[in-house]
């Protein structure tokens, strides 16, 4: 018999406790009309998940929970004790969900959802640290990118800084870590 | 006002770009205030670590080169 059970996430995403909110909400807004998403209560001791397997010990109770719509299993997301954070993606119980797949390009894997969590978390994170700092956001917005196979996630802020014009246009390309927040 | 755009995409890679109302540097800096406050753990400048396959084998990236092109 096959088992359910978390793995952790391949690009080392980590949240921090104080950024558990903004990452559920990428949760939601990731997920949006493909199916139902529940946040624990952080006293208890999680939600317990529903597989058509066996669920392993260390995975029975997740601290989001999410129902595909159509399935009759659920995907647990959970918090490590070292900020990083593991999912139990069961492809065979899980499902294809048109919903999920209309929104990332025909896809409804793991591999797929991972990154766009990444992705999601990285750019509202920076949404977030802009407004504190007095910066005004038009907004995280997915998009497409060319080719149509991939997204990426894009924000517009108006930073209050600079002067003059810009007349001619700069690229920045960080190099990066999807290290999260701890 | 000095606008900004923030790319991220799905392999990790983010780009930066100024669209409007920036003069010389002046986007340097303000990319640099913005990713100086991220919170901490948020590094731009080490390998990234990503996992294949198996799930069990890490496989670094090569450190990608911050650029300016103008």
């Keep these: 018999m096959s088992t359910t059970q978390k793995i952790k996430n391949r690009q080392g995403l980590k949240v921090a406790p104080e950024q558990r909110e903004l990452f559920a909400d990428c949760v939601r807004e990731l997920i949006g009309e ?25 995975s029975r109770y997740a601290d989001i929970r999410v129902r595909l719509t159509g399935s009759n299993a659920d995907i647990g997301i959970y918090y490590e004790e070292d900020g990083s954070v593991s999912l139990a993606w069961d ?8 919903a999920l797949m209309d929104k990332l390009e025909g896809r409804s894997d793991r591999n797929t959802f991972e990154a766009n969590l990444n992705a999601s978390f990285v750019a509202r994170t920076f949404e977030q640290t802009a407004q504190d700092n ?8 997915r998009v497409t990118c060319e080719g149509g196979k991939t997204g990426q996630f894009v924000i517009e802020l108006d930073t209050g800084l ?8 700069e690229k920045q390309s960080l190099g990066t870590s999807l290290g999260g927040g701890l | 006002m000095g606008r900004v755009k923030i790319i991220v995409k799905e392999n990790g890679e983010i780009d930066i770009e100024a669209i409007q109302g ?47 092109e103008n």
Excluded: W
Aim: charged content about 20%.
């Design chain 1, 134 to 141: 007095g910066m005004l956001s038009h907004g995280v917005q």
């Design chain 1, 91 to 98: 492809g065979y119980v899980v499902g294809k969900n048109k």
């Design chain 2, 22 to 68: 920036f003069e010389g540097k002046s986007c340097q800096e303000v990319i640099d205030f913005l990713v100086s406050r991220m919170p901490s753990g948020f590094a731009f400048d080490t390998l990234e670590t990503v996992r294949h396959g198996n799930f069990a084998q890490e496989v670094p990236v090569p450190k990608q080169k911050y650029v300016q």
């Design chain 1, 34 to 58: 493909a199916g139902k998403v529940e946040v624990s209560d952080s006293t208890s001791a999680g939600l317990a998940i529903k597989s058509r397997h066996h669920v392993a010990q260390n």
């Design chain 1, 162 to 169: 600079g002067s003059g014009i810009f007349e001619q246009k």
